[in-house]
T-cell receptor
Framework: GAVVSQHPSRVICKSGTSVKIECRSL??????MFWYRQFPKQSLMLMATSNEGSKATYEQGVEKDKFLINHASLTLSTLTVTSAHPEDSSFYIC??????????FGPGTRLLVL | EDKVVQSPLSLVVHEGDTVTLNCSYE??????LLWYKQEKKAPTFLFML????IEKKSGRLSSILDKKELFSILNITATQTGDSAVYLCAVEANFGNEKLTFGTGTRLTIIP
């Protein structure tokens, strides 16, 4: 199956700093990438959908200035959590899909903001 | 608003038992229903269902979709401790590259 990687897998940062998470599709071209957030023992919540070369579409309640998404190429999308605070601590998962294909998930990034 | 409800929320059974997990949904312009298994990290794909009444099978796991009654079940027979995980159901709307709406998941624990 298709492989999606995320980097880093785990990050600890101080409150007020920005953190960038990368999502890469390793063996296919991802026309669309999705970013999810998961709190402990809860389901995945979609944050935003990004298509290569265009602005991301954010779900209701997700601050676009706080969670910057860039999808500059067909194999790379980045999520930047700006001025992170402890309440941003969570598990962030990306997924990628080609044309009319199912989504393939990355392994996730655990963010801890101190 | 699209909605996915899974039941039960948690389930504890003994190894060797058979379990049935339920997923009901309300979605505009349904395209497909997907089942995922989530252990420690990101979900891994199990099944995609698009047509009613056609059972998908993979080893001890099987799943079927009822588009009239708007639900799906995931069966696991002869359960093993390695089946312990959270099982997520998600629905996809429209055609291609549309967002997934996830249910809350069923936490399955298999006791040796």
């Amino acid at each position: 199956g298709a492989v999606v990687s995320q980097h880093p897998s785990r990050v600890i940062c101080k409150s007020g700093t920005s953190v960038k998470i990368e999502c890469r599709s390793l063996d296919f071209q991802a026309t669309t990438m999705f970013w999810y957030r998961q709190f402990p023992k809860q389901s995945l919540m979609l944050m935003a959908t990004s298509n290569e070369g265009s602005k991301a579409t954010y779900e209701q309640g997700v601050e676009k200035d706080k969670f910057l998404i860039n999808h500059a190429s067909l194999t790379l999308s980045t999520l930047t959590v700006t001025s992170a605070h402890p309440e941003d601590s969570s598990f962030y998962i990306c997924s990628a899909s080609g044309s009319y294909e199912t989504q393939y998930f990355g392994p996730g990034t655990r963010l801890l903001v101190l | 608003e699209d909605k996915v409800v899974q039941s039960p929320l948690s389930l504890v059974v003994h190894e060797g038992d058979t379990v049935t997990l339920n997923c009901s949904y309300e979605v505009t312009n349904f395209r497909s229903l997907l089942w995922y298994k989530q252990e420690k990290k990101a979900p891994t794909f199990l099944f995609m269902l698009t047509s009613s009444g056609i059972e998908k099978k993979s080893g001890r796991l099987s799943s079927i979709l009822d588009k009239k009654e708007l639900f799906s079940i995931l069966n696991i027979t002869a359960t093993q401790t390695g089946d312990s995980a959270v099982y997520l159901c998600a629905v996809e709307a429209n055609f291609g590259n549309e967002k997934l709406t996830f249910g809350t998941g069923t936490r399955l624990t298999i006791i040796p």
